[in-house]
């Protein structure tokens, strides 16, 4: 069973850094893409990173390209998004989950919500 658990977030100013990561709480991911997606209030949640399943691959959104990054570590089952140069309006509740369609960039083709993170960034 898949459910991730993501780390806590926290309170950033504008331009800082912040490391996000999620584990697994039911054991391995397996051999599957992760991805992080993002929902601000009164927004829809949206795609935000993603990675196969060897980890050599990453996708982006337009807003995060250049400043965030995807990775992974199966040995210890954690996915990591690198956070940089952060915007007020990167603000928003950061979810991890895992792929059941590469192809799609939509939340609903992916499952194994964990309660999201708050992440707050201060302009």
């Known amino acids: 069973q898949v459910h991730m658990v993501e780390s806590v977030g926290g309170l950033v100013q504008a331009g800082g850094s912040l490391t996000l990561s999620c584990t697994n709480s039911g054991g391995s991911f397996g051999n599957v893409a992760m991805a992080w997606f993002r929902q601000a209030p009164g927004k829809e949640r949206e795609f935000v990173a993603r990675?196969?399943?060897?980890?050599?691959?990453?996708d982006y959104a337009d807003s995060v390209k250049g400043r965030f990054s995807i990775s992974r570590d199966d040995a210890k089952n954690i996915v990591y998004l690198q956070m940089g140069s952060l915007k007020h309006e990167d603000t928003a509740v950061y979810y991890c989950?895992?792929?059941?369609?590469?192809?799609?960039?939509?939340?609903?083709?992916?499952?194994?919500w964990g309660q999201g993170t708050q992440v707050t960034v201060s302009s």
């Open positions: 989950a895992v792929a059941r369609n590469m192809q799609s960039l939509s939340s609903a083709d992916y499952g194994g």
């Open positions: 990675i196969n399943w060897t980890g050599f691959r990453s």
